[in-house]
């Protein structure tokens, strides 16, 4: 794979920042759907 262990917190930590954004994102077209039902 190529990662020496002392790069592996870096690694996990953009992973972690990966995995957090892409959840904010459904979080964020979750709100957006129930606000524009709501508006109906």
Known sequence: LG???ENL???EEQLELKI???QLEELKKDAF???ET???
């Open 9 to 11: 917190p870096k690694y």
């Open 33 to 35: 759907e129930a606000m």
């Open 20 to 22: 957090a954004k892409a």
């Open 3 to 5: 990662i020496r262990k």
């Open 38 to 40: 709501q508006r109906k």
